[in-house]
């Protein structure tokens, strides 16, 4: 598929984020007047909330927008969601009769603040990057044994917390917790001194179920795609992780990208999980490529300092699909629910420039980053800023998803002082 054309001028650009192929949605506001819903075109962003209000855009007989998150939308499943791409699309075409109607609508992204996109209901998270996975077992446990003896059959994954889950440009406070060191026998309360990264991306579930999903029912269920930052402290997951998985380690913040796009947006880069190791049983086998072609890069900018391209990836490496993932989540009858939040788990490719996380790029504190600025980096020191970018690069247009990034904080001078 080729560009399509706008009358917004700035998304015809074949490098830029918000063509109309893409329409991504969002939620802005101007200073602190109420957030709305929007769709990005461009530069600009299409006020939806305005556009329904004025009779541009009807769905089904109840206003979907008049609240400042997409779930209402999301809940209607896949018809409506449809019908929403085709309307917005036919009022940004090039030479649209209603140009004249829509253009007092948009609004410049320059002049607005993005919050979430969606209500998070609730959140989980998974480890199904191969090469993560990998990385983490052979530091952690040995090479010969790095993948738990399940990770080859089922998406293992932990549920993680709805209310830590972030949108991007929120700053992120540095976690005090319990370490433990190797060389004490006793644990200490401190500040985290290994706070570290995850390069994800989130699929985010549209219509609920109560059941257990095929992956293709998976699949149909699935809204849209935004880049995730698990923020991980890994002093303090390596003392309270076994037997039951993170907890406090994972539940400072997630962070996510202002845009969810949506499924059409991307259905020109699907590519196939990769070849399977062991058969996968039938209610988790592929059906079709239900991976993208996404690439993936981190950033790291010391305060007031340029930043540095610490790695990139591709979603495409991940060993599991978000389909498979939700397919996995329902096996056990467990309801999901419009605005579930699934992390696909660190995304890794095969060589070291390509590792989704600072555990992996500096191996564990052994082998420092050496960033632009001359300064060295393990893990992610007060005042960094960390950001998360995706894109899917077309025929003449690209998919992008707006940055992930997020600045940390130094940790409370004394977290109990009242
Ligand atoms: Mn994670």
Redesign the pocket.
């Known amino acids: 598929m080729p560009l399509l054309k706008s009358w917004v001028a700035s998304a015809n650009d074949a490098t830029h984020p918000f063509p109309l192929n893409n329409l991504p949605y969002g939620v802005f506001a101007h200073g602190d007047e109420e957030p709305r819903c929007g769709v990005a075109i461009g530069d600009m962003i299409l006020d939806v909330t305005a556009a329904e209000a004025e009779g541009l855009i009807t769905l089904i007989e109840e206003p979907l927008f008049d609240l400042p998150f997409w779930n209402p939308l999301m809940e209607q499943g896949p018809a409506v969601w449809a019908a929403l791409r085709a309307r917005l699309t036919a009022l940004l075409s090039e030479g649209a009769m209603e140009q004249e109607v829509v253009e007092p609508l948009l609004v410049p992204q320059s002049a607005v603040v993005m919050h979430m996109p969606f209500a998070v209901s609730e959140y989980t ?1 998974f ?1 199904a990057g191969r090469h993560h996975a990998f990385n983490v077992g052979s530091m952690f446990r040995d090479p010969e044994n790095a993948l738990p003896p399940n990770w080859l059959h089922i998406p293992i994954g932990y549920n993680g917390r709805a209310s830590s889950v972030v949108v991007s440009g929120t700053d992120i406070r540095r976690p005090w917790g319990q370490l433990k060191s190797p060389d004490h026998d006793l644990p200490t309360f401190l500040p985290s001194r290994r706070f570290d990264i ?1 390069l ?1 991306m989130g699929a985010i579930v549209g219509t609920p179920s109560n059941g257990p999903l095929s992956v293709q029912e998976a699949d149909d269920h699935i809204f849209g795609y935004v880049l995730l930052n ?1 923020w ?1 402290a890994r002093d303090i997951q390596a003392w309270e992780y076994q037997p039951l998985g993170p907890f406090q380690a ?1 539940a400072t913040a997630t962070s996510i990208s202002p845009w969810i796009v949506t499924k059409p947006a991307l259905e020109p880069f699907r590519c196939d999980t990769p070849e399977r190791e062991f058969e996968l049983l039938d209610h988790l086998k592929d059906c079709g490529p239900m991976l993208y072609d996404i690439d993936l890069a981190i950033t790291m900018a010391p305060a007031g300092q340029k930043a540095t391209t610490v790695a990139r990836t591709n979603y495409k490496e991940m060993y599991y699909s978000a389909a498979q993932q939700l397919a996995h989540h329902s096996t056990s009858g467990c309801p999901m629910n419009t605005g579930d939040l699934l ?1 696909s ?2 995304i890794s490719g095969p060589t070291k420039p390509e590792r989704g996380s600072l555990l992996e790029l500096s191996w564990g504190g052994k082998e420092p980053l050496t960033l632009d600025t001359g300064e060295t980096r393990s893990f992610i020191e007060d005042g960094d800023t960390l950001t998360l970018t995706g894109a899917a690069r077309g025929n003449g247009y690209t998919i992008g998803f707006g940055d992930c990034t997020g600045t940390v904080l130094p940790a409370l001078k004394d977290p109990y002082k009242r």
């Open positions: 998270d480890y995850e994800e698990d991980s994972k992390g788990g660190t």
